[in-house]
C-alpha cells in the first residue's frame, strides 16, 4: 500500500513540476516581455525570475510531500488502532470477568 502511495504522490509532484510550473514560468516571461517594451529587463533577471519560479514550486512540493506523509502516518495509525480494538477485551467485561474468576476462587476454597 505505501509503495503505491509512494508513486502516486511522485507522480503527482512530477505532474506539478512540468504542467504548473512551467505554465506559470511562461506566463511569467510572457509578462516580462511584455515589460521589456516599457523598460529594459536583461536576461540575467530573467533567469533570475525563472529560478525564484523554479524554487517556490519545489517548496510546494516539499509540503506537498510532508502532508502527504502525515496523512497517510495518521490513516495508518487509525487502522493499527482499529486492528487493535478488535482483539482487545472491553474493561467492562474482564472486570466482570475477574469478579466472577474471584467469587469462584472464594466459593472453592471454602469447600
Not at 480494538?85 to 470477568?97: A, D, L, Q
Amino acid at each position: 500500500m505505501s509503495l503505491n502511495v509512494h508513486h502516486l504522490d511522485d507522480r503527482q509532484c512530477s505532474v506539478l513540476q512540468r504542467t504548473a510550473c512551467s505554465e506559470f514560468t511562461t506566463h511569467v516571461m510572457n509578462l516580462l516581455r511584455e515589460q521589456s517594451r516599457t523598460r529594459p529587463i536583461t536576461p540575467k533577471e530573467i533567469e533570475r525570475m525563472v529560478q525564484i519560479i523554479h524554487k517556490k514550486f519545489q517548496s510546494i512540493q516539499v509540503q506537498l510531500k510532508q502532508s502527504t506523509c502525515e496523512a497517510v502516518m495518521i490513516l495508518r495509525s487509525r487502522f493499527l488502532d482499529a486492528s487493535l480494538e478488535c482483539y482487545t477485551i472491553p474493561v467492562s467485561s474482564s472486570n466482570e470477568h475477574l469478579i466472577i474468576l474471584g467469587n469462584l476462587i472464594r466459593v472453592s476454597s471454602s469447600y
